[in-house]
């Protein structure tokens, strides 16, 4: 196919801010997990599709198939959309209770 650029899982950015590998970075909609470290400006691949164990909100519960948004601020997985504030990121396919730091989230 003429028009066919990549497959998409992972898709090369310019670094909106320093990341580190493994940290989600939001640019826009688009959210992926860094696989590397970039500077400002530098060449930076995000992974857009998998399953990723992210920090979240500590006092957030989450169920098996609850959405997870990204609290771009905060830099963590959260229950809460904030009145569409928080970018819808993926589902949640590890329950997590309160208190607790991660959930492994399918991104998508």
Do not use: C, H, R
């Not at 992972?10 to 696989?35: K, R």
Request: proline share 2%; no cysteine.
């Amino acid at each position: 196919m003429k028009n066919y650029v990549q497959k998409g899982e992972n898709i090369t950015v310019s670094a909106p801010a320093a990341a580190t590998s493994g940290q989600g970075v939001l640019i826009g909609n688009l959210f992926g997990i860094a696989a590397g470290t970039a500077a400002i400006g530098e060449d930076l691949d995000l992974v857009t599709e998998g399953v990723f164990n992210m920090a979240k909100v500590s006092t957030d519960e989450l169920a098996v198939g609850d959405f997870v948004y990204w609290d771009d601020t905060a830099k963590l997985a959260t229950s809460d959309d904030d009145t569409g504030a928080n970018e819808l990121i993926g589902l949640a396919v590890t329950a997590a209770a309160n208190p607790s730091g991660t959930v492994n989230v399918k991104l998508g």
